[in-house]
């Protein structure tokens, strides 16, 4: 329904900004408003658009082949889940007798996750944009196409930004916790979960080799962060 709204607005020239959640609930909050109802939401959502209208990004129509990334990307993932829970129930007590059913489910996904990665391969090859930042995510160390995929689809705004702000949005960047004199541990936090968690397997792994970023990790450590 959201995408939906959206995209009739920009047809019909209404400017709209598309709202983060946290920051909207921490903007209600701070108005001391801890109930909820539809009419609640309604006046805090005008009360938030009319303050901070001049800092709020407008909302643009995505490039179609984004929106077919990011849709090719979320059918993978869902049949991902899918062949583990197969593959699981084959494990499970009494899945023997299941075996045949079980096999025959996980090799038509597999066939599926095969399509959908052509799918994915055929569409970066014919985007020039695509293609630009594919290979420029790919010359990094443990970086391969299908997590490369992931990236594209899940953090389009990729090269539009400075790196700072990247791994903020990526929630990688470590935020301040100070106080006074007092230097508290960074955390990071915020951003979106699911890059920190598709990215944690090529660290460990770029980490381990000898390219420029296992000298930058190694370099880290021996500065204590």
Same mark, same amino acid.
């Given at each position: 329904?959201?995408?939906?709204?959206?995209?009739?607005?920009?047809?019909?020239?209404?400017?709209?900004? =598309?709202?983060?959640?946290?920051?909207?609930?921490?903007?209600? =909050?701070?108005?001391?408003?801890?109930?909820?109802?539809?009419?609640?939401? *309604?006046?805090?959502?005008?009360?938030?658009?009319?303050? !901070?209208?001049?800092?709020?990004?407008?909302?643009?129509?995505?490039?179609?082949?984004?929106?077919?990334?990011?849709?090719?990307?979320?059918?993978? +993932?869902?049949?991902?889940?899918?062949?583990?829970?197969?593959?699981? !129930? @084959?494990?499970?007590?009494?899945? !023997?007798?299941?075996?045949? &059913?079980?096999?025959?489910?996980?090799?038509?996904?597999?066939? +599926?996750? +095969?399509?959908?990665?052509?799918?994915?391969?055929?569409?970066? *090859?014919?985007? &020039?944009?695509?293609?630009?930042? @594919?290979?420029?995510?790919?010359?990094?160390? &443990?970086?391969?196409?299908?997590?490369?995929?992931?990236?594209?689809?899940?953090?389009?705004?990729?090269?539009?930004?400075?790196?700072?702000?990247?791994?903020?949005?990526?929630?990688?960047?470590?935020?301040?916790?100070?106080?006074? +004199?007092?230097?508290?541990? =960074?955390?990071?936090?915020?951003? !979106?979960?699911?890059?920190? &968690?598709?990215?944690?397997?090529?660290?460990?792994?770029?980490? @381990?080799?000898?390219?420029?970023?296992?000298?930058?990790?190694?370099?880290?450590?021996?500065?204590?962060?």
């Amino acid at each position: 329904h959201e995408s939906l709204l959206l995209e009739e607005c920009l047809r019909a020239g209404i400017a709209c900004h =598309r709202a983060d959640t946290l920051k909207v609930k921490s903007f209600i =909050r701070s108005y001391g408003t801890h109930g909820k109802s539809d009419a609640i939401d *309604a006046a805090m959502l005008r009360a938030y658009g009319r303050e !901070r209208w001049e800092k709020l990004t407008l909302w643009q129509a995505p490039d179609p082949d984004e929106t077919r990334l990011r849709a090719l990307v979320r059918r993978r +993932q869902e049949l991902i889940a899918i062949k583990i829970a197969e593959k699981n !129930r @084959a494990k499970a007590p009494g899945g !023997r007798e299941l075996a045949a &059913s079980f096999e025959a489910v996980i090799k038509v996904v597999e066939r +599926q996750i +095969q399509a959908i990665d052509a799918a994915i391969r055929e569409l970066i *090859a014919g985007s &020039s944009a695509l293609k630009h930042r @594919a290979a420029i995510c790919t010359a990094m160390d &443990s970086l391969g196409p299908i997590v490369t995929a992931k990236l594209l689809a899940i953090l389009p705004e990729l090269g539009t930004m400075t790196r700072r702000k990247a791994a903020a949005l990526a929630g990688l960047a470590p935020h301040p916790n100070d106080s006074g +004199q007092k230097q508290g541990y =960074r955390k990071i936090r915020g951003g !979106r979960p699911e890059i920190r &968690s598709m990215l944690y397997m090529p660290a460990l792994h770029a980490a @381990a080799g000898r390219g420029e970023f296992a000298t930058f990790y190694k370099r880290l450590i021996t500065n204590g962060k």
